[in-house]
């Protein structure tokens, strides 16, 4: 039986906010975490926030720095806040976004994958590139994969309604 949902798309396409939307019709305070960038330079460089799902980026803490040639992710927050972020108790678990930066957070993936064999469903966001881990999390029995688009964005919360209703 499915019991969970993973938005992906291309990047700036709306996945977190059609997650935003899904939440407020639901009207559940989600567990899970969030990811945002923050802190942006002159220089094109940003970090990026990892931090509880209903709260704000300035209330997590920094889990990598973006360049505009390459990232630099900081394996161990993963490991430690998000792992602890995930296993909050909740009647909703948002992961917004499941990435590459955490491909060598051993501890959260372990975590992330726990989370989806317990009996919560997850709302999440999953990012279009190939890593070992996003490949086992995008082929799960358990979860319906939706592509987010301009076309279809406006009708996705909906969806998402429908299908989490009487789960959450």
Do not use: C, W
Not at 23 to 46: C, W
């Amino acid at each position: 039986m499915k019991k969970h949902i993973f938005l992906t798309g291309d990047i700036r396409i709306g996945k977190s906010t059609v997650i935003s939307k899904a939440v407020l019709m639901l009207n559940v305070t989600p567990g899970g975490f969030r990811t945002a960038g923050a802190n942006f330079k002159e220089d094109g460089s940003s970090d990026v926030m990892l931090y509880p799902a209903e709260m704000r980026p300035e209330d997590g803490q920094k889990a990598a720095h973006r360049m505009p040639d390459k990232r630099e992710a900081y394996p161990e927050i993963f490991d430690t806040y998000g792992s602890s972020l995930l296993r909050r108790p909740a009647k909703l678990i948002l992961m917004d976004e499941l990435g590459f930066l955490e491909s060598d957070a051993k501890t959260f993936q372990q975590t992330v994958l726990e989370i989806l064999n317990g009996t919560t469903p997850v709302l999440g966001v999953i990012r279009n590139k190939k890593t070992e881990f996003l490949d086992a999390v995008r082929t799960r029995d358990d979860i319906i994969l939706l592509t987010v688009t301009k076309e279809n964005r406006d009708f996705i919360p909906e969806k998402i309604v429908y299908f989490m209703s009487g789960k959450v």
